[in-house]
């Protein structure tokens, strides 16, 4: 039996020089350590056909081979495992330095993308800081913390998809025990004024999920981009001055733009923001409803609650938010008359931009 475990050391020292890959290396281990079938394993049963000394002397001889066997196959896999990364990372390397890839068409920046940078920059050098919330939001700062209680109707409309989370969570917020797709960029404004205290001025651009039937100019899944001030003595003729510079960047300083009363559960007042159709110039098209009119924000003064809830003291601070609806400021813009292309991925759409 001695010589049966030497012939197989020397097999197998032969075999591991020839292996060059990982699928050779696993036929190497299948035929030697096998738990079925591999050599070593065959001669390890032969030990209760030993009595006594024999079987010490021949089980401790076996388990030595067993080891340094094994030590060598792990060096060898670790070879296997450096020389495939190597050949990978040869084959999958990008010389950085290259202006141009060879025969590789230049990618397009979505509309959506270049209009978003573009507010970006114009708020930032207004002294705003552009940041990121998560997609999936506790029922807490999605609702709660922008005075949307759980029976208000505002609910009804705002339902979306849910994820059920039992026990709550930490970074939930207050009492939180499920999740939901965010339906707006909002829940930002709470956790901004919690990290950031006042005074404070932000942008929060991000997708968002909504409860909608689809048609030219309504979609589930849209772009938005929220923003708020907070601050002492602000009042609405800030709000409005700041809506005006947008709407005369992006669209020219002949655009109209008009606010008339509407209710929102986290501002007070509120307001339903419009500006000049751009496709038919007030007169009326499928799109505008043949109002003249497209609606593509919604503000107002930030509701006492909503500041309560972000930490804020509302004897000394006041703030107004507002939130735009980015694919319809990108319809605008470029005269799209149809909000479900921005999302279709066609490359002849995109190559446009």
Known sequence: MKNQ???IKKDFFNAVTEVKDAL????????????????LTQIMKNLK???GEARQEFGKLANEVKRELEEVFAKKKEEIKVSEMGDILEREKIDVTQPKLPGKERGHLHPNTLVQNDLEDLFTSMGFMALDGPELESEYYNFEALNIPADHPARDMQDTFYISAQGGSASGGKNSNSWVMRTHTSPMQARAMQKYGAPLRVVVPGRVFRNEATDARHEHTIQQLEGFVIDENINFSHLKGVLDVVAKHLYGDKIEIRLRPKFYPFVEPGVNGEVTCFLCAGKGCRVCKQS???EIFGAGMIHPNVLREGGIDIKKYQGFAFGFGLDRLVMLKYGIDEIRILKSGDLRFLRQF
């Open 49 to 51: 056909d030993l009595s």
């Open 292 to 294: 003249g009119w497209l």
């Open 5 to 7: 475990l030497e012939k």
């Open 24 to 39: 050779q290396l696993e036929e190497l281990e299948q035929r030697f350590f096998s738990r079925r079938s591999g050599e």
